[in-house]
Nanobody, 116 residues
């Protein structure tokens, strides 16, 4: 099993920045990719960004150039740097880990609100 704990959400003004962090524990040796998803009220959960053990990344089109995902394999953490935030980025952000043993694991989510 893999457990995930997110931190770093909050309230920010449009144009501002936030940095989310996610710490993995448990069977971390089995993780081959980690990522961030988000879910806004009334909408489906969607991919924000994903990074593999080898460092390959992919982003949703609307986040390219504004968000940056990074990973510290030694510390089993993944970060999401979010810049130039917009009101439409308001959502609950979830950390995800893909494991060869336990499949997909999710964190509890952290609220990001972009508002003036």
């Amino acid at each position: 099993q893999v457990q995930l704990v997110e931190s770093g959400g909050g309230l920010v003004q449009p144009g501002g920045s936030l940095r989310l962090s996610c710490a993995a524990s448990g069977s971390t040796f089995s993780i081959y990719a980690m990522g961030w998803y988000r879910q806004a009220p009334g909408k489906q959960r969607e991919l924000v960004a994903r990074i593999t053990n080898g460092g390959s990344t992919n982003y949703a089109d609307s986040m390219k150039g504004r968000f940056t995902i990074s990973r510290d394999n030694a510390k089993n953490t993944v970060h999401l740097q979010m810049d130039s935030l917009k009101p439409e980025d308001t959502a609950v952000y979830y950390c995800n880990a893909e494991s060869r043993i336990s499949g997909s694991s999710w964190g509890q989510g952290t609220q990001v609100t972009v508002s003036s």
